[in-house]
């Protein structure tokens, strides 16, 4: 099972690295490094958002998947039971765990 708060500021640290690379690539949109740069992370931190949905809980609505959160059933509402999985909890911006 993962650490939820080291999972969760992995998820932080290559999100300011995606969001630094889009304030960049705005002015240099030619820049391919940046680009390949900006791919790899924006694809590193949706891997990492959907390995924090598949053990608590989705970060945002497009990672709900009712068949697929919460695997491990420890923060889980419903245990067992096929549901929409938005409200498993607690959210990560109600300072739980730490971050």
């Known amino acids: 099972m993962a ?3 080291q999972l969760l500021e ?13 304030l960049y690539l705005d002015t240099h949109p030619l820049d391919k ?3 390949d740069a900006f791919t790899q992370a924006k694809n590193q ?15 945002n609505l497009y990672l709900v998947c009712p068949d697929t959160n919460n695997e491990t059933g420890s923060y889980c509402k419903y245990p067992g039971q096929k549901h929409f999985t938005w409200s ?3 959210l990560p911006w109600d300072n739980m765990g730490g971050v």
């Open 33 to 35: 490094e940046a680009l």
């Open 45 to 59: 931190r949706y891997q990492l958002m959907q390995n924090y949905a598949r053990e608590f809980e989705p970060l």
């Open 88 to 90: 498993d909890g607690p």
């Open 10 to 22: 992995e998820i932080q640290q290559v999100g300011f690295q995606v969001d630094d690379l889009t």
């Open 3 to 5: 650490n939820r708060t």
